[in-house]
């Protein structure tokens, strides 16, 4: 049966993002630097005011520093940077077992940053709004179908809840970041991997006033009566987590249903419940932090959750519907894990998307976003059902060591850096070049292509390469040319570079201009028509070569060409500056392909499996 509204503002669109959480904000703020036209909806009337998710990894730290909103985020949170250990020894005795750094990969933001959703999604929401985009709101989505409308194929139904008028949404591709009990799973019927623990927890943020030693560190407190999680907030504040015990469950369960038999009390049993809650968490402290004390002094948020562990069997719909963040996994927030692997399936996504609808990559292509993050997905449930059951039970908090060890073999789960795809259309299998494994962080397709700082070589300013890669929507095509840049070693790759096979100049119309300088503060339309830019990164001294006397076509190229001092980042990345590479990096940061200086040929016939090479006019000069 056909869908009916009965509005005059109906709406043709590109994309329609169902859902302003992290995930649909992502979507908006990238689809909106891509110059993609979308509209996003969400069924609340505001944004959120409290609580939820609370850390930001250094991953997404990363990306946010390619769309130029790292440093406004960080100005609201709090930079944990240690993670301390504490147990129960042989003589019952509370104690520290270890210490250390939360993130040990190699990244710009070396923390994790403690601050609150609300927040997070400010700063984006402000973002969007200043590209003169809006949350439609308060608008829910109803239905949605595929019709036989060739332009705009799905056609869905949304109600503003305020004055109940119902409209419709005609667009190319629907983006479901709805979260748990999402109305696009349930309309395309996708069936959820799920499994449930026993286990339920407490979590509040608070003012805790507290002579323990690690209270300015994220610490795991585990001891006889349970364990808890501390983690410094910003303004000197804390969020605590507790395990609740059986009999604890039992009393709330009990406090709910005799609340319940009382008519017109619903809001007299939520603050019972919450007292209820507070009390466990102040007595939880109290016995775990002994000898120390820790007593809240406010309470600015509390709630309840029961761990639950669960992906969806697809991530997509024919290629048309996609599901991002919350609606499609789910799983415990003690790893710092929901907000940001949710905001990361958005930026997996839209890159894509915006190729594709621009006419630049083959549709098919979009198949890759189901297969990478539900493989992403379905590891994090694997590491966070282990990590949360060794946490909590009691069988376990007497060993310490098991727990450390876990916790130190999932860094690469709690700061997203170390998460790898495995090999498909968009990622090569195996490196075409020697590559030292043993480096501090090896170039492999699949991995994120780690940031570096350098000095740019036409005014030898120190440069962070995150600034100079805004995220546009472009490939990246990195030359390590060591010191083969005034040697007959580098004359493969300079004839690569200028000739028409080259990927510089086969997918982009705007390659007939020399490259015009830019970063995240500033796109120059010069380069509008680019799907690829590139980078360039020597060991030689900027000022023992003149630029203009380089290979075509790298003066036109001249804002882009690096000075690595003392070859410390080939070193880290396992490149020999007497050999060099070439690396292929992906509109979203990671690696996809990684081959020899001589290996110019292999990029292009990759990039010709998904691209589609745009027809030559002789009038546009390319």
């Known amino acids: 049966m056909a869908l009916k509204s009965n509005s005059p503002d109906d709406v043709a669109v590109d994309v329609l993002v169902v859902g302003a959480g992290p995930a649909g904000f992502m979507a908006a703020v990238t689809l909106a630097r891509y110059d993609v036209d979308f509209r996003i909806i969400d069924q609340r009337a505001e944004r959120i005011q409290t609580g939820h998710a609370g850390g930001v990894q250094p991953r997404t730290l990363e990306v946010l520093q390619t769309l130029d909103l790292q440093y406004a985020l960080d100005c609201q949170g709090n930079h944990v940077c240690e993670a301390a250990f504490w147990g129960i020894d042989s003589l019952g005795n509370l104690g520290r077992t270890h210490v250390g750094p939360e993130v040990v990969h190699p990244t710009p933001y070396p923390y994790i940053l403690a601050v609150q959703q609300q927040e997070t999604e400010k700063v984006l929401d402000q973002d969007l709004n200043a590209r003169r985009h ?20 799905i056609h869905a139904l949304v109600k503003n809840k305020f004055s109940n008028a119902t409209s419709f949404y005609r667009c190319k591709y629907l983006v479901g970041s709805d979260g748990a009990g999402s109305v696009t799973c349930r309309v395309l019927d996708i069936p959820t991997e799920r499994s449930s623990q026993d286990d339920v927890w407490v979590v509040a943020d608070m003012v805790l006033e507290s002579d323990f030693p690690d209270v300015r560190r994220r610490s795991m407190i585990r001891s006889r009566y349970g364990a808890i999680m501390i983690i410094p907030n910003a303004g000197g504040g804390n969020r605590v987590y507790t395990q609740l015990s059986p009999k604890e469950l039992a009393d709330l369960a009990a406090m709910d249903e005799s609340q319940s038999m009382k008519p017109g009390k619903r809001l007299i049993a939520t603050d019972s419940r919450d007292l209820a809650l507070f009390n466990i968490l102040q007595t939880r402290l109290k016995e775990n932090l002994k000898p120390y004390t820790g007593d809240i002094k406010k309470i600015l948020w509390i709630s309840q959750y029961r761990v639950r562990q669960g992906v969806i069997a697809d991530f997509s719909d024919h290629n048309r519907v996609f599901v991002v963040g919350d609606a499609c996994h789910v799983h415990s927030p003690k790893a710092a894990q929901g907000l940001n692997i949710s905001m990361m399936d958005a930026y997996n996504l839209t890159w894509k998307l915006a190729l594709v609808l621009q006419g630049k990559m083959r549709p098919e292509i979009l198949e890759t976003y189901s297969t990478e993050r539900r493989q992403i997905a379905q590891e994090l449930i694997e590491f966070d059902t282990k990590y949360s059951h060794i946490f909590g039970k009691k069988e376990f908090l007497d060993n310490n060591a098991e727990f450390h060890d876990v916790y130190e073999k999932a860094h690469g789960f709690t700061t997203g850096i170390g ?26 397709p699949g991995k994120r292509f780690p940031p570096f700082s350098a000095i740019r070589h036409i005014d030898g300013t120190p440069i962070a390469i995150l600034s100079e890669m805004p995220s546009f929507g472009r490939f990246h095509l990195f030359i390590f040319a060591g010191t083969a840049l005034r040697s007959a070693r580098f004359e493969p790759c300079a ?40 980078f360039l990164l020597h060991t030689d001294s900027h000022h023992a070569i003149e630029l203009a006397a380089l290979p075509a076509p790298l003066p036109d190229w001249k804002h882009r060409v690096y ?3 003392q070859g410390k980042t080939h070193a880290d990345n396992g490149v020999d500056p007497d050999v060099g590479a070439m690396a292929l990096v992906r509109p979203d940061g990671y690696i996809a392909l990684v081959t020899s200086l001589e290996g110019g040929a ?18 546009n000069g390319v």
Do not use: C
């Open 134 to 153: 809006v949350v439609d709101r308060p608008t829910q989505l109803l239905q949605f179908e595929y019709t036989n409308d060739v332009e705009y194929p």
């Open 419 to 444: 998460l790898q795809y495995l090999p498909n259309q968009l990622i090569s299998s195996g490196v075409k070049t020697p590559i030292d494994v043993a480096s501090l962080d090896p170039l492999y």
């Open 495 to 534: 004839a690569y570079l200028g000739s028409t096979s080259s990927v510089l100049k086969r997918y982009s119309l705007g390659a007939a201009h020399p490259w015009a300088s830019e970063n995240i503060r500033h796109g120059n339309p010069t380069n509008t028509g680019r799907v690829i830019d590139l």
């Open 563 to 565: 000075a690595d001092r």
């Open 602 to 619: 292999q990029v292009t016939e990759f990039m010709d499996s998904f691209m589609v090479v745009p027809k030559r006019d002789a009038s």
